[in-house]
């Protein structure tokens, strides 16, 4: 099947965002030229036109749609893999052509590895980021389905680390199969730095007395006269909530913060199921190779506001958009200030619906965390 068939079909949703952004509306899955400076370098940086800023305490959305009725649309990121997802799925329409068509991409069987798993196979880097990126793209059609309002109303969306991709591809930066093969060469370039760098990810929670820059000095100080170790990393690699972290490093720092944690305040370990120190330094070499898919990609103004990982708020240009998903691989993910921002309203203002659109409901339980008057309007996509 045409790349250009089955985007125009299935992720044409930027279409259906009337009121948004004062561009003329046309089906961006089907653009093929590429902004940039110079057209006769397909080696030069993305670059496009700016588009209005947003703020936190502006409503932007269809107009004459009440702000209860609105949505943001957020996409998961990696560690929400599971053997079995897709198969809540497939009993809506066209979704099976999404994980048929990432295969024909990715040159392998995207859904039986999701199906089926082995495990071992799907949380590896290099299968768990295309699989979640594929799985969320195809709860958008179930989305629509089960909330047909949701997407034709949305005022705003992010993704979690790779899900920002999925943000993206959904506010139609990206056609479907320009944002699978990106998440394609990020992961594979992360698998190989993990590789050769064995490091981790541990989910930290806070007592009010917690020292976490403690920590993290004492594990690289440990790595550096236990192990001989030159410029050892350990940093926060996500804030998630108040008094809840991930941390990242090499792998010998972790394995010191789950043994030695209570010492600096901090009530519980649980190392995340991921196979690298994702959002640290050790991602730079990572970084430089997706820098190069993305100066050869169409990168398009997006149709809603797509809050960044690294920036909070939208990004201002198409270019800031390129240079932010690549720091997003080496720096923290800012979730929980993204969330606070997205749901932070006046008292005499009603939330908007929410929707978790991809695998698990780790989202959703982080919002509740930040926000329980947004969550009581939370739903997720079953997948």
Sequence with gaps: MASTAISRRLFCAACRFPGIFN???????????????????????????QYEAHTDFVYRGPEGVDPADTSYILFPGQASQFVGMGSKLLQFPRTKEVFEHASEVLKYDLLKLCLSGPERKLALTQFSQPAIFVTSMAALLALEELHPDAVPRCIGTAGFSVGEFAAYTFAGTFTFEEGLRLVQVRAQAMQSVSDQIPGGMTTCLLTADADIGKAMKAARDHCQTKHAMIRPVCNVASHLYARCVVLAGHREAMQYIQQHHKDFGIAS?????????????????????????????????????????????????????????????????????????????????PQPNVYEVGPGQQLGYILQKINNKAYAKYANVPV
């Design 23 to 49: 561009s003329t509306k046309r089906c961006l899955a089907t653009e093929t030229s590429v902004p940039s400076n110079d057209s006769s370098s397909a080696e030069s940086k993305p670059t496009g036109p």
């Design 269 to 349: 370990c649980k190392p995340l199921e991921v196979s690298g120190a994702f959002h640290t330094d050790l991602m730079y070499p990572a970084a430089k190779t997706l820098t190069r898919a993305l100066n050869k990609c169409t990168i398009r103004v997006p149709r809603i506001p797509v809050y960044s990982n690294v920036a909070v708020k939208p990004p201002r240009t198409v270019e800031s958009i390129a240079k932010l998903l690549v720091k997003q691989m080496h720096s923290s993910v800012k979730w929980h200030q993204i969330v606070t921002s997205l749901t932070r309203r006046r008292s005499d203002t």
